[in-house]
């Protein structure tokens, strides 16, 4: 079984740094394309960065300059880099990784999403 766990996250004051990591597991042949969404209360799921298995990336508008997405394809994980944040920026980050697998020997390509993780900036 495949597996996609995150880790970080948590309070920090405007103009402040976090950052986010999230580790894939299990039987995986390949990921191709990671990225990290964000989901604030009464919004709905919104894309904040992406980044290719050879390296291309790509962001949201509202966090350009000031995130940073990156990702080690040795260990199957992916970063975030937050700083400058804002309260807007306040909202469960969920990683999101397209992984082939195996199964049943049959090669799949799946979305994987992590169970989500809370970052809050305080004003």
């Known amino acids: 079984q495949v597996q996609v766990v995150e880790s970080g996250g948590g309070l920090v004051q405007a103009g402040g740094s976090l950052g986010l990591s999230c580790a894939a597991s299990?039987?995986?042949?390949?990921?191709?394309?990671m990225g990290w969404y964000r989901q604030a209360p009464g919004k709905q799921r919104e894309l904040v960065a992406a980044?290719?298995?050879?390296?291309?990336?790509s962001y949201a508008d509202s966090v350009k300059g000031r995130f940073t997405i990156s990702r080690h394809n040795a260990k199957n994980t992916v970063y975030l880099t937050m700083n400058s944040l804002k309260p807007e920026d306040t909202a469960v980050y969920y990683c999101?990784?397209?992984?082939?697998?195996?199964?049943?020997?049959?090669?799949?390509?799946?979305?994987?999403w992590g169970q989500g993780t809370q970052v809050t900036v305080s004003s």
């Open positions: 299990g039987r995986i042949l390949s990921i191709n394309a």
């Open positions: 980044i290719t298995s050879g390296g291309s990336t």
């Open positions: 999101n990784a397209e992984i082939q697998e195996r199964t049943m020997g049959m090669v799949s390509t799946r979305s994987y």
